[in-house]
């Protein structure tokens, strides 16, 4: 549902636009991160911390604030049909698709596509985890031709290997 809404108005507002291009901000748009920020902006991680024992420990988890979205976006999508939500849909989600077009690709695609021009390929390795189950924290390295070109730490896999990848194309940059 949420990806046929912003694939669908993605391509009505911007006809002209390369498909590779728009293809890469839907996956943007509606990636688990996206889905998290617009939970947010809903006020449902309120809600989840003010319903559940355990909510405000859960509100930190982007797995879980993106899950809540989606499943608010099911039921709305069995109660209504897909006609009735789609613009409000690709509307809460919007201001992502446009600051992905002005922005570029992420940091992990950005160097995927230098080091694919330069023949070269980069593998993630998960360094370290660390705290609680409820509080984990990651540390992961992005490992091109046998060399460390970056290191980074974040709540997620997935933030500590953009945070690596950024690292790697300051690294690749000063080369």
């Given at each position: 549902?949420?990806?046929?809404?912003?694939?669908?108005?993605?391509?009505?507002?911007?006809?002209?636009?390369?498909?590779?291009l728009?293809?890469?901000?839907?996956?943007?748009?509606?990636?688990?991160r996206?889905?998290a920020v617009?939970?947010?902006?809903?006020?449902?991680?309120?809600?989840?911390?003010?319903?559940?024992?355990?909510?405000?420990?859960?509100?930190?988890?982007?797995?879980?604030?993106?899950?809540?979205?989606?499943?608010?976006?099911?039921?709305?999508?069995i109660?209504?049909?897909?006609?009735?939500?789609?613009?409000?849909?690709a509307?809460?989600?919007?201001?992502?698709?446009?600051?992905?077009?002005?922005?570029?690709?992420?940091?992990?695609?950005?160097?995927?596509?230098?080091?694919?021009?330069?023949?070269m390929?980069?593998?993630?390795?998960?360094i370290?985890t660390?705290?609680?189950?409820?509080?984990?924290?990651?540390?992961?390295?992005?490992?091109?031709?046998?060399?460390?070109?970056?290191?980074?730490?974040?709540?997620?896999?997935?933030?500590a290997?953009?945070?690596?990848?950024?690292?790697?194309l300051?690294?690749?940059?000063?080369?």
């Open positions: 549902m949420l990806g046929f809404a912003v694939a669908t108005t993605l391509y009505e507002r911007y006809p002209d636009v390369d498909e590779g728009l293809s890469r901000v839907r996956a943007d748009v509606v990636s688990r996206s889905c617009v939970a947010k902006q809903l006020g449902l991680d309120e809600m989840l911390a003010e319903r559940l024992p355990e909510g405000g420990s859960l509100v930190s988890s982007t797995n879980v604030l993106a899950a809540v979205l989606e499943a608010a976006l099911g039921v709305l999508y109660e209504h049909g897909v006609e009735a939500i789609v613009e409000s849909v509307e809460a989600f919007w201001p992502i698709a446009e600051h992905s077009l002005a922005t570029g690709p992420d940091p992990k695609t950005q160097l995927q596509e230098l080091l694919a021009r330069r023949g390929t980069a593998t993630y390795a998960l370290e660390m705290g609680p189950p409820h509080d984990r924290r990651f540390r992961c390295a992005v490992i091109v031709d046998g060399e460390v070109l970056g290191v980074g730490e974040g709540r997620s896999k997935k933030d290997e953009q945070i690596a990848a950024s690292e790697a300051v690294q690749l940059d000063a080369q």
